[in-house]
């Protein structure tokens, strides 16, 4: 039986001690200006991927660390340095969590690479759910997904928005409906292969915060992709399909829905994300309570000014301690039976939140400023609280869950 113990191990903090001096040496000093360029910051994900931070290889490592640890650690130390630079390092992986979860072994084989490219020619990938009025509402998505038969081929249509690298990635991982009766149990994922026709870059959106990070929408008209590109393959879906038909009638064995299935298994990974911001935002707060002197005397000398740090150090590592639950519990194979995944992304978002907004002012008019790092980690983690689904449905998914009842 192995030992209760909450500390890394000396090969996890290798990993991490390296991650946090990329982190430092390059993701951070590259911030401020790929923020005010508001473009995907090509040359940093180059240079990841020539150290091998930006690779398949690295992220399977981390995913299948027997701890669950691998992951979070990686979004915390690079998030940490910057988090528009940072999902603009790791959103292939949203795509390719897609992949992973609903995909058969050989499309895992052959498109998960092709997410990636090599260190001389990176590429990134985009995972397209959300549209224009289907964001919480994963119900009300239109993109239609039809087989022809005659052809073995699927045809998208649909517009999808707010897609992390949407219409700039090699590989397009897209949801779409096959069956309308069905809701979102009649929901599928294809992959859309490199430079497939009907697929284009709609609007790329001007942001609030990660502005270094790409988001746009992705138009499909006609787009064609083999049989070959269902996730999961036909026979699969067929016999999902008709699990959800019979249900439908009779009630039953729940089905999981597809795009679900990727957020789940992503929700603690962007609780980590929200970890590294408030981390570094609360780090600066303190350096700067330390050294800015007020009435004489240090502004941390005042209880009003140190009990707030002690409040967000509190914070910061009880959402820490949430993200590492809720991941060793994923890969050790322990079911979410009270919705710990959305726990910890709540819990850690809304904590990034409030942690950015007190080191702002901490730091009083220089946090406002553009000067200091702590605006733009404010600006950033607001997106914490909206992707992957918001607070409000995080709360909703817990609700349930404990309640059992359809809470609305
Ligand atoms: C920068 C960025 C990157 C993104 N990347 C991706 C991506 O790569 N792929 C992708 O598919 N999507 C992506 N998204 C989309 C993101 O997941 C959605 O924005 C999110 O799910 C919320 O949907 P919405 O914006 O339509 O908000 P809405 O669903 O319209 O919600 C608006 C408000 O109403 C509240 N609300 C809605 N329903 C309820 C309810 N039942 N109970 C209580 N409150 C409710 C919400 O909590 C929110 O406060 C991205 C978004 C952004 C901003």
């Known amino acids: ?41 090509w040359p940093v994900i180059q240079e990841a991927a020539k150290l091998g931070i930006y690779s398949l290889d690295f992220y399977a490592q981390q995913f299948f660390d027997p701890t669950g640890l691998g992951i979070p650690m990686t979004m915390e130390e690079l998030f940490w340095g910057d988090a528009g630079i940072a999902l603009s390092i790791v959103g292939t992986g949203l795509a390719a969590v897609g992949v992973l979860a609903n995909g058969t072994e050989e499309q895992i084989g052959t498109w998960v690479p092709q997410m990636y490219g090599d260190a001389n020619d990176v590429k990134v990938a985009a995972f397209c759910s959300s549209e224009p009025d289907a964001g919480s509402d994963v119900g009300a998505m239109r993109t239609r997904a039809v087989y022809d038969e005659a052809k073995d081929e699927w045809v998208l249509n649909g ?35 490199p430079n497939t026709p009907g697929l284009s870059q709609g609007q790329k959106f001007k942001k609030h915060g990660i502005r270094a990070s790409h988001t746009a929408e992705v138009v499909l008209e006609n787009v064609r992709v083999p049989g070959h590109c269902l996730l999961g393959g036909k026979d699969k879906l067929d016999e999902r399909l008709a699990r959800a038909r019979e ?49 004489g005397r240090p502004i941390i000398d005042n209880q009003g000014v140190a009990f707030q740090l002690a409040d967000m150090r509190t914070q910061i590592d009880a959402a820490r301690l949430l993200v590492w639950r809720a991941s060793w519990m994923a890969t050790t194979g322990k ?10 992304k709540l819990y850690a978002s809304e ?17 406002f400023t553009r000067e200091y790092p702590v605006e733009r980690m404010h600006r950033d983690a607001a997106i914490y609280t909206i992707f992957e689904g918001t607070s409000e449905i995080q709360r909703l998914v817990i609700a349930r869950t404990l309640s059992g009842m359809p809470i609305r």
Not at 13 to 22: P, Q, S, Y
């Open 1 to 41: 039986m192995a030992e209760f113990t909450m500390e890394l191990n000396d090969e996890q903090k290798e990993v991490r001690d390296w991650l946090h001096g990329f982190a430092a040496d390059v993701i951070r000093p590259a911030a401020a200006e790929w923020d005010e360029r508001e473009e995907t910051p």
């Open 159 to 193: 517009t999808k928005t707010w897609a992390t690298n949407g219409g700039i990635a090699n590989v397009h991982v897209v949801v779409a409906v096959v069956d309308p009766e069905l809701g979102t149990k009649g929901h599928a994922s294809f992959i859309v292969p």
């Open 247 to 295: 249900r439908a009638k009779t009630g039953g064995e729940r089905v999981k829905n597809a795009a679900m299935a990727t957020f789940e298994a992503s929700r603690p990974a962007v609780g980590a994300m929200a970890v590294g911001t408030a981390r570094a935002a609360y780090e600066e707060a303190l350096e700067y309570a330390k050294t800015r002197s007020q009435f």
């Open 335 to 344: 079911k979410f039976e009270n919705a710990e995944g959305s726990m910890s």
């Open 351 to 367: 904590t990034a939140k409030k942690v950015t907004a007190q080191a702002i002012q901490i730091l009083g008019g220089n946090g």
